[in-house]
């Protein structure tokens, strides 16, 4: 059976779950309140299931929250956040290789992209029912002087402006009036990054953007595609060419949507110069002459 283009496992495949994990950070305004009705919700679905409450304590420990968890049942684990939230609980689960646990998350960020890109499914109506479809992950491994870095995205990866636009957002403050003027403040600022390819050629770019979902940014379509368990990602790229073609491929994203990508599995390059990479909501700063490579992890994610 499938749901919009998303596998849905079904015919005694679904799992029984021994327990709801729910991870979240308690510090976002009224979280507390909303943790209580979902778990009331949960038992009056599945009143014989237990109920886990996980608040985190810092940055980086959904992900020990959710190795814990992973590590042993069937767990479900609910995370209860945005993008970057999310990001951490799912590189927890993978950081399992046997595990049973199946994933989801409920939007409580100020972006939540992946919420908005998969199909609407009502949460208790699908835990009573035990059905499971499975997703590609974006694996994607950093090589340079010291040793391997993997980690895991269940949405997208981007160079360029991408990260630096969420930067600028975050030193502007929320709300999307002055998020868009933190954008235009970061095209104005934006220096392009140069890659070397595997076959030695080289190229800049002002934006590069490898993604699953078809949305991201908020208020960005980067894709009519939408099939996250195809193997396949876009590839989304803008050339360094000057400003006014960011801003218009920005304001196109925003309105009319980019269109159709090219799709790969993998994809490779080394960084000639330092840049910031955006891992779903989180960024991170990828040193000089670092090998990437990025590829589709198949089916790698258990979703409800």
Known sequence: MTLEGHEVVTDGLAPHFDRAVLIFNPARPGMGARIEVLEQELLAALPDMKVQIQPTAFAGHARDLARSAASKGSPLIISVSGDGG???????????????????????????????????????????????????????????????????????????????????????????????FSVTRTLSGLEPFELERPDGATAQFDSLVLAIISRMAKYGTVSEKNNPNDGQFEVVTLPHSGRWRMALMTLRAVTLGLGRQPSVSSYSFTTRNAIPCQIDGEVVHVPANTQIFVESARHALTTI
């Open 86 to 180: 999310y990001n951490e609980v799912v590189n927890g689960v993978m950081d399992v290789s046997t595990t049973r646990a199946v994933c989801t998350v409920l939007p409580a960020g100020n972006a939540n992209d992946h919420f908005r890109s998969m199909p609407v499914r009502q949460l208790t109506e699908a835990v009573r029912h035990g059905s499971v479809r499975r997703m590609d992950l974006l694996r994607i491994t950093l090589s340079g002087e010291g040793a391997d870095q993997i980690q895991y995205a269940h949405s997208y990866i981007g160079f360029g402006l991408t990260p630096l636009m969420a930067i600028g957002i975050e030193k502007g403050g929320k709300g999307k009036i002055r998020e868009l």
